[in-house]
């Protein structure tokens, strides 16, 4: 799994993730054609390509390979103060649970704060409990609700603050794991190298990244990986391998 900004090439997974998330998170109070008529308007290719050229915009995919997983999607909105609005954060229903959403909006977080947000938002129906208690063990407060129309029905929304002083921990993307014979390993997202099948993870022994250990495969999840002499590494679960180490063509 990799966590990227993303690109107009992701439209199709994105409008997937966010279908098959709104699905899960919002019926039945919501149909599946007002879910369907959103995304289409939402989340066509140039509803996203125009999107993601607004310098404004904050957009994030976690992919595994050339799948989406999941993406959020935030904007800074200059008002009385700077404010880090997310607009949505969604994961695929068959990925949730471990530790991905609050990967995405830590490193939403960690961006929008880093371009001058005072104050972070999102916004949840209040049909959508997990999406409430979602913000609440993120640290947010519940805020003010309004009343919003959502084909021709009323729904309640709320929001979710928390100022960005609240936010001091960094986006570290260290996912904790079980390796052989039961040992506590600690993977690492943003040190990866490209495979053929999908990335190699750097993997460690501790959460602060002092003791490597080795590397976890990114297609089957194995730790059963090795190096060889060109640097080229190989999971002896999948086969999936990474190129040899290149040399500096200036220097041939």
């Known amino acids: 799994m990799d966590l990227r900004d993303a690109e107009p090439a992701d439209a199709e997974g994105i409008r997937t993730v966010a279908r098959e998330s709104l699905l899960a998170s919002y019926s039945p109070e919501l149909s599946e054609d007002v879910i369907d008529e ?40 200059e008002a009385d103060e700077t404010v880090g609005q997310i607009d949505w954060l969604h994961v695929d229903p068959d990925s949730r649970g471990k530790g991905l959403g609050e990967q995405l909006l830590k490193r939403a977080e960690t961006e929008l704060m880093d371009r001058g947000a005072s104050r972070l938002e999102g916004k949840v129906l209040t049909v959508n409990e997990g999406g409430a208690k979602f913000y609440e063990g993120a640290g947010y407060d519940a805020g003010e609700t309004r009343e919003v129309e959502v084909s021709g029905e009323q729904f309640t929304e709320r929001a979710f603050v928390k100022a960005a002083s609240e936010s ?39 959460e602060d990244r002092e003791n490597r250990y080795g590397f976890f495969c990114g297609n089957c999840e194995s730790f059963a990986t090795a190096m060889d002499s060109m640097e080229r590494i190989q999971c002896n679960e999948c086969g999936n391998q990474s190129k040899s180490a290149r040399w500096d063509a200036a220097y041939l």
Do not use: C, M
């Open 168 to 206: 001091t921990e960094e986006f570290v993307p260290v996912e904790e794991r079980e390796g052989p014979d039961g040992q506590t390993l600690f993977v690492a997202y943003d040190e990866s190298q490209r495979a053929r099948k999908a990335p190699f993870y750097v993997s460690y022994t501790d």
């Open 38 to 77: 959103a995304v289409g308007n939402w989340y066509d290719d140039d509803e996203i390509g125009s999107n993601l050229e607004d310098p404004h915009a904050v957009w994030t995919v976690a992919v595994d390979g050339d799948e989406v997983l999941g993406f959020s999607q935030s904007y800074l909105v």
